[in-house]
Every structure is written in structure tokens, then in C-alpha cells.
């Protein structure tokens, strides 16, 4: 069946470091991928998406770029700020589904 | 600005109670999800719903859970009896599920923490 693995947490990088969160998936065919994020205190919220191999997801300094090849949907920031102290969930799902597979969640902690 | 709300936020209640959880989906979506999520089994996936009918609640405890949709605006997830291992948070997402080619995406309410003593 499709799973996601991400990388163990916790992860802590002081302000301004360069970030990255492995992720890895299994599919049995050709889902989109996500990067979801969850503030303390909040529920999950998209952070980027995409929907084909070799596509590039970005948002808020944020990136990941869906590799066919490695199964992997790493996600990356050039300079975390303190702000960025958060969960981060990988995920897949398929366009016309409705069924979402979350990653473990990686928790991501930014000194001043 | 459309969201997913959930009442109530927080909930303190005693071993054998009762517990009713509420969520609203965004008005149009057309699937709604129920997770949990605790420290030591992260984010679980209990049910969820399309078009109101339930496709899956494999995750529940079935004798003392139970979800259901009223009405398109109103999911609900009940706890009967409450245990202390029930604590958690849980989750109501809502999503559309419209054509081939467009990605799924689901949208998180702010979960109701609940405590069982």
C-alpha cells in the first residue's frame, strides 16, 4: 500500500541555518504530494504542493521538488527564521480521491 | 476567508461521560475527516465522510465511538463512555473532491483537546 516516511525529529537549527526535512514515499501510482505545517496550538495547514514528477511546490521560502526517480518530496529553506519552529507533515493523496497518507510529522525547533 | 471550526476547543471531562465533538466544514466541500492525535501515535485517521455517507471508520473504537453527519454543515463524533485513553486532540478536516487533474487538499479545523480524568 502507499506510505510516507519523513526523517525523526526533532530537529533544531539555530536562526538563519539552512533546512532540510527528508521525505520519502511508496505508491502504487501517481499521487500529488504535499508539505502540510502545524503551528502549536493549531491544526494542519497546506504549505506547498505538487502534482508531477519533476514539479517544484514554494511557499514561504519554503520548497520541495517531487523526484520520481528517488520516491522523494524533500523540503527545503535556504534561512529558518524562529517563527518557523513548527510540525511538518509530508503527504500524499490522488487527484479524484478523497483519502489523504500523512507522514509521521518531523518537529522542526529554530533558535534565536 | 473560509475555515473549518470545531467546538468545543478544549474539553475536561470524567471517566464514563459522555463527550459530543462539532465541526463544521467549509460550506461546499463535500468530504469531512475525523483524526485524533497524541504524542505517542501522532495524527490517526478515525472516519471519514463523502457526500455525508460514512466510506470508512476502520479507526474507531466501534464500541464507544461513534461519527455522523446530520446535515452537510454539521459533522459530529461522539465518545460513549469516555476513557482517560480517549485523550487527545482531535481533528476535523474538510476537502473537495471535484475533477481528474486537480489535487486534494484538505483544510484543518483547530482541533478540540480533550482530557479524560
Known amino acids: 500500500g502507499d506510505s510516507v516516511t519523513q526523517m525523526e525529529g526533532p530537529v533544531t537549527l539555530s536562526e538563519e541555518a539552512f533546512l532540510t526535512i527528508n521525505c520519502t514515499y511508496t505508491?502504487?501510482?501517481?499521487?500529488?504530494l504535499f508539505w502540510y505545517v502545524q503551528y502549536p496550538g493549531e491544526g494542519l495547514q497546506l504549505l506547498l504542493k505538487a502534482t508531477k514528477a519533476d514539479d517544484k511546490g514554494s511557499n514561504k521560502g519554503f520548497e520541495a521538488t517531487y523526484r520520481k526517480e528517488t520516491t522523494s518530496f524533500h523540503l527545503e529553506k535556504g534561512s529558518v527564521q524562529v517563527s518557523d519552529s513548527a510540525v511538518y507533515f509530508c503527504a500524499l493523496s490522488y487527484t479524484g480521491g478523497f483519502k489523504t497518507i500523512f507522514g509521521a510529522g518531523t518537529r522542526l525547533f529554530v533558535k534565536a | 476567508d473560509a475555515r473549518v471550526t470545531q467546538t468545543p476547543r478544549d474539553k475536561v471531562t470524567e471517566m464514563g461521560q459522555e463527550v459530543t465533538m462539532r465541526c463544521q466544514p467549509i460550506l461546499g466541500h463535500n468530504t469531512v475527516f475525523w483524526y485524533r492525535q497524541t504524542m505517542m501515535q501522532g495524527l490517526e485517521l478515525l472516519a471519514y465522510f463523502r457526500n455525508r455517507a460514512p466510506l470508512d471508520d476502520s479507526g474507531m473504537p466501534k464500541d464507544r465511538f461513534s461519527a455522523e453527519m446530520p446535515d452537510a454543515t454539521l459533522a459530529t463524533l461522539k465518545i460513549q463512555p469516555s476513557e482517560p485513553r480517549d485523550s487527545a486532540v482531535y481533528f476535523c478536516?474538510?476537502?473537495?473532491?471535484?475533477?481528474?487533474?486537480?489535487?486534494?487538499?484538505?483544510?484543518f479545523g483547530p482541533g478540540t483537546r480533550l482530557t479524560v480524568t
Open positions: 478536516a474538510s476537502g473537495l473532491v471535484e475533477g481528474v487533474g486537480i489535487p486534494y487538499e484538505q483544510y
Open positions: 505508491a502504487t501510482g501517481y499521487p500529488s
